[in-house]
């Protein structure tokens, strides 16, 4: 190998005894040598079972090698890579290095045909600290474990150790694990203050068990590898949403108040929300999921997947989205990208050829549980046409003014799609296919900003095709991995790559396997969601076994004095939404975006800074008087006490209501928050 | 490749285009060509954690490489096998092919150092069958699942979907898995009647899910690897044991009836065994693990573990030995190959330095659940003679005709040991060299075939040095991969590697997690046993927990039926001994082994036939009235009623006491059957 040295602006790339360092930003992030190389391809046989959305995904590893042969030649502005298995060898893998945007890239221009498996070897420190990877709900720094990234069930209980997993996986085969997640990404951020982006939508595993490097394992050839470095955090979120993307602002009704999940047709919702006004309640929307009608299955109360409005259950649903909105508050629906087999929308996908087939040629019909669908196509145009058609005329003209995007975790491995593109590349991409549709439903009505949807699984691209996250079905209990808690590291790990509006059902979805919700659950929720960009009920999947927001007056007047504090929070809220639509910094924050030197920031990831000026650290466990709260130094002032704080940790009280919330001294918004106090 | 082909008495030779293949008494059973390599090399780095004998295996796999080239050199007899990774490479593995004792050996004569994964692959057919692999308890036939070798503890539950197992994992990562053995093996006997025996005691996981090979993963290059056909399963058992030896006959006394598991003391002993006798039942041994003292745990009673006569526990033992021999019923102990730091042993072995150490030089101390232990390091000459002199001097000089040789899966992998070999290549060998001790203590004290042992851990050799297995700590339920159905899969699949004798604990050892072991599985598991070469009843982990033999008048008539039974079969199962120890075909074996051409009896694991003219359906479910037997074409009659039948499966009554058992119409023990159903 030639002896050489080149530096750019962004990367620093210099010749080793027998291979080559790549330094980004002036740290070391690249390195090939005979003995420590950074490639290694392969050949797997796989095995993917799907269980309604869980995946037991197995491979059988016939060959993995090392590509111990580097040669590198200058090609202009960049240089080309060849690796060799061997000395004489065809090389394996070819790729160019270069400056693309100020970022580092790594572009695929050849490679062995017969490769299927790739691993990628970053050079990683000891104390180094990973984050993202998607919406990460059981760990937000990553490091010391592998995260496949696959997009799927979050699994119930996601935990081998808890009695709800176990009861999920004999079940069901739907416990999950640690990774599991609606929202997968091959991106992640390393408290080195870079960036790493593997362009691929095959199945990924990124393993952060090493102490000197991180492996990037694609069960494919990816197309590029890029890295991009900066200064600061808040300067990196900056880049990565450059690169992939930002969420428009809220809708400004949003801040009017809760968002109310409501179902069983128009007079309960309009008693259950005059019962909610009466009490103080502040409302900003009714969110009907069964809008276009609901059936009863064993798991629960579930939809019934046509998408239109359903006048049998919703009598007078036009009219009342008027009345409603005269007072502020907005309706908002339900669509997945399924379409139920007994609707009259499956018909006509059917008929045109909209739906994704078997290996037959017949409609592939998906088992929802106790029902079957079929898959829009998403890589038909005209398919793409039609259901933009459905969102546009079913949903917006209506005068929907939002909705869940459901599901998008689903497709098949072995569908045949109309474009050809293998199942198993489609699947991750397919939530962004299904963000992308809905954006440009919106946008083409003239709508963004206005109209807002709502998600939960994800890909690369959902940073900007999303204009919310919502962190999937929780249980209804107070488990790290799969309850109340595991909402943090959800928006702290999605806010990071790039997704900065996030939000959840107050008292969770999943009751199952003897799990309730609790009244306690569903105060201690609201009142974490008080400090998020929106507030939401839901009812969850078994609405008689959970409790609900208007199971009592006293759950009535808590969520009352939340929504008031939500509302007068608006004018905080909407500035750190603005900086997230400006700039890409999330509006709920991990610690060490703002105290970068300090070290305990890095490791905490129940408590979050939301904006610059808020500390919130959610009550995450049942019974508590009082919580442990991790102070970064500065000057804080406790919301509800005015008492001031400095760094370190301290215990505060917690009573119902008054969740443990502090804001600095400095801050600009310093006389609102001191309104709120008061509230 | 040159052209060749070569034919010996055992094995065909011959040259593929771009490979060879190689035929096993007319079957292809070798095959490599470029595009299907039959050995893959590479290197991986483990992670092993131990939790008192469970054991938590990872590997990452660095590198694996097919070995693709291959040359073939004439060598006097045999051939010599060049494998390397590319064209004009350095060979990875070079192995001779010959015939040695009518067997085809492969013998590896050299290799790159580099390499400690090792993959070979065996030519199958998509409907052939595979047994063996040593004890196991939840497969008999272990086509289509992967078996990884490696003795442990067995698990509590062994089966994820058990509640029973999830308790045990979360609690003391003790569930284990359907492959969790104590005594695992790197051999199988195909259904193509052959078997292969790979020469390692390295981590080995042979994986027999593919339609076309079976694929042998060894974590270390194997010293050779060892084919052997025969023309039936009965000549091949034979061929088995004459390469890996064959178990004495069982002590005469063994056929005076049941070894009674007793603990507590002489008086406890004497008045139990007192009970039984005037009960009626038929005794040939009691079973007193504590006679060296006990201790109690949370996992419940536990033993002393200083291997000699504990006269405060036992007072006048020595008198009451002989007492008892003179009835006929002998007095069996216990032993473990590890030593309790509060004893005199340990003292002497510390002093002496006959302890493995840990890495700083101290005695290691293992951890078995609230006491610890050293390790008695049989690599040390110097330990091994003072450990036989224990066995002698403290067991069978002092009156012992037979003893549990408990454990010997436990070796840690991070011992250092005398010999300076690694603890990961010898945690398999360790079963057999504490079983070789126990067989040369025995065989120099003239005791063989007058002194049992009997074990649950077991590796290559086991078939030689252990005189009885007996199928470790059964869960006390019904359970299929840890009850009482478990233990008939265990002895057909030791029986066919050559340990013909097998046995188990009367009503399971195991209660843990709220299991009890019940009045009906006590006896339906004596009913079992009765129908094997030794009864023996064990109390238990936690004896209040669990049914014994003595909690009732009933169940003490009901056992005193069942070893009448075995007392008056003793002449049928001395025979079948007999023929176990002259040609190593077991006394329990599959229903294949003389009914080849019968496609169902290649499927069945919970019937077998008890030599050659019983066939045992034991019962094990809970409440059955009738059972479901099959039975094979010919004249069979029912062993209670005298009802004949002929093949295919039926139903019969199966009361209390009375199992489903038949005997061939033309046996030469049909008189002795007759009289046994008038007991």
Same mark, same amino acid.
């Given at each position: 190998?030639?002896?050489?040295?080149?530096?750019?602006?962004?990367?620093?790339?210099?010749?080793?005894?027998?291979?080559?360092?790549?330094?980004?930003?002036?740290?070391?992030?690249?390195?090939?040598?005979?003995?420590?190389?950074?490639?290694?391809?392969?050949?797997?046989?796989?095995?993917?079972?799907?269980?309604?959305?869980?995946?037991? %995904?197995?491979?059988?590893?016939?060959?993995?090698?090392?590509?111990?042969?580097?040669?590198?030649?200058?090609?202009?502005?960049?240089?080309?890579?060849?690796?060799?298995?061997?000395?004489?060898? #065809?090389?394996?893998?070819?790729?160019?290095?270069?400056?693309?945007?100020?970022?580092?890239?790594?572009?695929?221009?050849?490679?062995?045909?017969?490769?299927?498996?790739?691993?990628?070897?970053?050079?990683?420190?000891?104390?180094?600290?990973?984050?993202?990877?998607?919406?990460?709900?059981?760990?937000?720094?990553?490091? &010391?474990?592998?995260?496949?990234?696959?997009?799927?069930?979050?699994?119930?209980?996601?935990?081998?150790?808890?009695?709800?997993?176990?009861?999920?996986?004999?079940? +069901?085969?739907?416990?999950?694990?640690?990774?599991?997640?609606?929202?997968?990404?091959?991106?992640?951020?390393?408290?080195?203050?870079?960036?790493?982006?593997?362009?691929?939508?095959?199945?990924?595993?990124?393993?952060?068990?090493?102490?000197?490097?991180?492996?990037?394992?694609?069960?494919?050839?990816?197309?590029?590898?890029?890295?991009?470095?900066?200064?600061?955090?808040?300067?990196?979120?900056?880049? %990565?949403? @450059?690169?992939?993307?930002?969420?428009? @602002?809220?809708?400004?009704?949003?801040?009017?108040?809760?968002?109310? &999940?409501?179902?069983?047709?128009?007079?309960?919702?309009?008693?259950?929300?005059?019962?909610?006004?009466?009490?103080?309640?502040?409302?900003?929307?009714?969110?009907?999921?069964?809008?276009?009608?609901?059936? %009863?299955?064993?798991?629960?109360?579930?939809?019934?997947?046509?998408?239109?409005?359903?006048?049998?259950?919703?009598?007078?649903?036009?009219?009342?989205?008027?009345?409603?909105?005269?007072?502020?508050?907005?309706?908002?629906?339900?669509?997945?990208?399924?379409?139920? %087999?007994?609707? /009259?929308?499956?018909?006509?996908?059917?008929?045109?050829?909209?739906?994704?087939?078997?290996?037959?040629?017949?409609?592939?019909?998906?088992?929802?549980?106790?029902?079957?669908?079929?898959?829009?196509?998403?890589?038909?145009?005209?398919?793409?046409?039609?259901?933009?058609?459905?969102?546009?005329?079913?949903?917006?003209?209506?005068?929907?003014?939002?909705?869940?995007?459901?599901?998008?975790?689903?497709?098949?491995?072995?569908?045949?799609?109309?474009?050809?593109?293998?199942?198993?590349?489609?699947?991750?991409?397919?939530?962004?296919?299904?963000?992308?549709?809905?954006?440009?439903?919106?946008?083409?009505? &003239?709508?963004?900003?206005?109209?807002?949807?709502?998600?939960?699984?994800?890909?690369? &691209?959902?940073?900007?095709?999303?204009?919310?996250?919502?962190?999937?079905?929780?249980?209804?209990?107070?488990?790290?991995?799969?309850?109340?808690?595991?909402?943090?590291?959800?928006?702290?790990?999605?806010?990071?790559?790039?997704?900065?509006?996030?939000?959840? +059902?107050?008292?969770?979805?999943?009751?199952?396997?003897?799990?309730?919700?609790?009244?306690?659950?569903?105060?201690?929720?609201?009142?974490?969601?008080?400090?998020?960009?929106?507030?939401?009920?839901?009812?969850?999947?078994?609405?008689?076994?959970?409790?609900?927001?208007?199971?009592?007056?006293?759950?009535?007047?808590?969520?009352?004095?939340?929504?008031?504090?939500?509302?007068?929070?608006?004018?905080?809220?909407?500035?750190?939404?603005?900086?997230?639509?400006?700039?890409?910094?999330?509006?709920?924050?991990?610690?060490?975006?703002?105290?970068?030197? /300090?070290? #305990?920031?890095?490791?905490?990831?129940?408590?979050?800074?939301?904006?610059?000026?808020?500390?919130?650290?959610?009550?995450?466990?049942?019974?508590?008087?009082?919580?442990?709260?991790?102070?970064? #130094?500065?000057?804080?002032?406790?919301?509800?006490?005015?008492?001031?704080?400095?760094?370190?940790?301290?215990?505060?009280?917690?009573?119902?209501?008054?969740?443990?919330?502090?804001?600095? #001294?400095?801050?600009?918004?310093?006389?609102?928050?001191?309104?709120?106090?008061?509230?």
């Amino acid at each position: 190998m030639s002896i050489f040295a080149k530096t750019t602006n962004t990367f620093a790339l210099k010749s080793l005894a027998d291979g080559f360092e790549i330094a980004l930003n002036g740290m070391p992030i690249l390195r090939h040598t005979m003995d420590q190389p950074m490639v290694f391809v392969g050949i797997g046989a796989e095995t993917i079972n799907m269980h309604r959305g869980n995946f037991d %995904i197995q491979d059988y590893l016939i060959e993995r090698v090392a590509l111990r042969y580097a040669k590198i030649d200058e090609n202009g502005d960049s240089y080309v890579v060849r690796l060799s298995k061997y000395a004489e060898s #065809e090389p394996s893998i070819v790729f160019s290095i270069k400056e693309e945007n100020k970022r580092l890239k790594l572009e695929l221009i050849q490679s062995d045909e017969t490769i299927n498996r790739f691993w990628f070897r970053v050079t990683a420190d000891q104390n180094e600290k990973v984050y993202g990877c998607g919406e990460q709900l059981s760990y937000f720094n990553l490091r &010391g474990k592998h995260f496949p990234l696959w997009t799927s069930e979050p699994g119930v209980g996601r935990n081998k150790k808890t009695y709800v997993t176990w009861q999920a996986d004999v079940n +069901d085969h739907a416990g999950g694990d640690y990774y599991t997640t609606n929202f997968p990404l091959p991106t992640y951020v390393s408290s080195k203050k870079y960036y790493c982006h593997v362009d691929t939508t095959a199945y990924a595993d990124f393993d952060f068990r090493n102490d000197e490097f991180h492996e990037l394992q694609v069960w494919d050839v990816p197309q590029s590898i890029v890295f991009e470095a900066a200064d600061s955090f808040l300067e990196l979120v900056e880049k %990565i949403t @450059e690169r992939f993307g930002r969420q428009p @602002e809220l809708p400004e009704w949003t801040y009017n108040g809760i968002w109310l &999940g409501i179902q069983g047709g128009t007079d309960v919702v309009e008693e259950k929300l005059q019962r909610a006004l009466d009490k103080g309640v502040k409302v900003g929307g009714v969110w009907c999921q069964d809008w276009q009608g609901k059936r %009863i299955t064993s798991f629960g109360k579930r939809l019934m997947w046509n998408w239109k409005w359903n006048p049998e259950e919703y009598p007078n649903l036009d009219q009342k989205m008027k009345e409603w909105k005269e007072k502020g508050i907005r309706f908002l629906g339900y669509i997945n990208p399924y379409v139920a %087999i007994e609707g /009259d929308l499956y018909k006509t996908a059917s008929e045109k050829g909209y739906l994704a087939l078997n290996k037959q040629g017949e409609d592939y019909l998906v088992d929802f549980g106790e029902f079957y669908c079929g898959v829009v196509d998403f890589t038909n145009p005209e398919a793409c046409k039609w259901y933009k058609s459905v969102i546009k005329n079913n949903l917006i003209d209506f005068g929907l003014d939002g909705w869940m995007a459901d599901f998008g975790e689903y497709l098949p491995t072995d569908v045949v799609l109309k474009s050809g593109a293998s199942a198993k590349i489609m699947h991750n991409a397919w939530p962004v296919l299904w963000a992308k549709m809905n954006y440009e439903a919106v946008r083409e009505a &003239g709508k963004l900003g206005e109209v807002v949807y709502f998600m939960r699984a994800g890909f690369t &691209g959902t940073q900007k095709y999303c204009t919310l996250l919502w962190a999937g079905d929780q249980s209804v209990d107070w488990s790290l991995d799969d309850g109340l808690a595991s909402v943090i590291p959800a928006a702290l790990s999605s806010g990071i790559i790039g997704c900065g509006l996030h939000h959840s +059902d107050i008292g969770g979805y999943t009751s199952l396997h003897g799990n309730k919700r609790t009244k306690e659950l569903f105060m201690r929720w609201a009142e974490m969601s008080t400090f998020t960009p929106v507030m939401r009920t839901h009812e969850g999947n078994r609405p008689y076994d959970c409790f609900q927001f208007d199971s009592d007056d006293e759950t009535l007047e808590h969520l009352a004095r939340m929504t008031n504090i939500y509302v007068a929070l608006a004018p905080y809220t909407k500035h750190l939404v603005k900086i997230n639509a400006e700039k890409g910094i999330p509006v709920q924050r991990p610690l060490f975006m703002h105290y970068e030197n /300090d070290e #305990e920031a890095y490791k905490l990831q129940y408590q979050y800074l939301y904006g610059r000026d808020l500390l919130v650290a959610p009550v995450h466990q049942e019974s508590q008087q009082t919580w442990n709260v991790y102070l970064p #130094e500065d000057q804080w002032i406790h919301l509800w006490t005015g008492q001031k704080y400095k760094g370190g940790y301290s215990e505060v009280d917690v009573p119902l209501g008054y969740p443990a919330v502090f804001y600095r #001294e400095d801050s600009d918004f310093v006389e609102l928050f001191r309104e709120i106090s008061n509230l």
